[in-house]
């Protein structure tokens, strides 16, 4: 079975200060995995995705992701945050064959002007 | 820019109401889902659906029914709403296959009175 795990429900940053968002996910073959971002009263929006190759994916808006097979788990990254990024941050996994996502509880994240 | 379309955008109605969401997605993509989202932002998976195969989660009550006239659409139907159906209902749509990531509307919110 997989589940994704999302251990901080809110996350409090300065503007201008970096930020990680943690995500750690159970698999029993190498997952897809994405990142994504809801802002007040809209949908989810792609951050990012990965699945093969060079373990720290570009993103939207700055972001980036960083996969460790090691310690399953799949971060979020930004430099510099900005107040704009204030919104709830998805981690989720799906697997090849499969059409589901499995969505981790989210990460509510104000940036502080 | 928005590909998944969803109306209404709010909705409120009365305990035992029948009500009827839409989903429209012009992606062209094949296999499209609901998902439930509570007060604290969890995401519930209630159906996916292809031209081929629906997929309930079994814990989905009865009075809720999906709807589709072709793979561009795909509606929500609730036979008669209680009140922990309120939330926000969201619609997403994917090519399909695995790790295809889904690509969500603005969401239905519902409150049930």
């Known amino acids: 079975a997989q589940s994704v795990t999302q251990p901080d429900a809110r996350v409090t940053v300065s503007e201008g200060a970096s930020l990680q968002l943690r995500c750690k996910y159970s698999?029993?073959?190498?997952?897809?995995l994405f990142w994504y971002v809801q802002y007040p009263r809209q949908g989810l929006q792609l951050l990012l995705k990965?699945?093969?190759?060079?373990?720290v994916v570009q993103g939207v808006n700055g972001f980036e992701a960083e996969f460790s097979k090691s310690n399953s788990s799949f971060h979020l990254r930004k430099a510099s945050v900005h107040w704009s990024d204030s919104a709830v941050y998805f981690c989720?996994?799906?697997?090849?064959?499969?059409?589901?996502?499995?969505f981790g509880k989210g990460t509510s994240l104000t940036v502080i002007p | 820019e928005t590909a998944v379309f969803q109306t209404p955008n709010y909705h409120v109605t009365q305990v035992g109401n029948e009500v009827s969401f839409n989903c429209k997605q012009t992606?062209?993509?094949?296999?499209m889902y609901w998902y439930k989202q509570d007060s604290k932002k969890l995401l519930k998976i209630m159906f996916s659906?292809?031209?081929?195969?629906?997929?309930v989660n079994e814990t989905v009550p009865r009075r809720f029914s999906p709807q589709s006239s072709d793979k561009a659409h795909l509606n929500l139907r609730i036979k008669s709403v209680e009140p922990e159906d309120s939330a926000v209902y969201l619609c997403?749509?994917?090519?399909?296959?695995?790790?295809?990531?889904?690509?969500f509307g603005p969401g239905t919110r519902l409150t049930v009175l």
């Open positions: 997403a749509s994917s090519s399909g296959t695995g790790g295809a990531e889904q690509y």
């Open positions: 698999s029993s073959v190498t997952p897809y």
């Open positions: 990965y699945y093969s190759g060079d373990p």
């Open positions: 989720a996994v799906s697997i090849t064959g499969y059409q589901n996502f499995y």
């Open positions: 992606l062209g993509h094949d296999t």
């Open positions: 659906y292809n031209n081929k195969q629906l997929i």
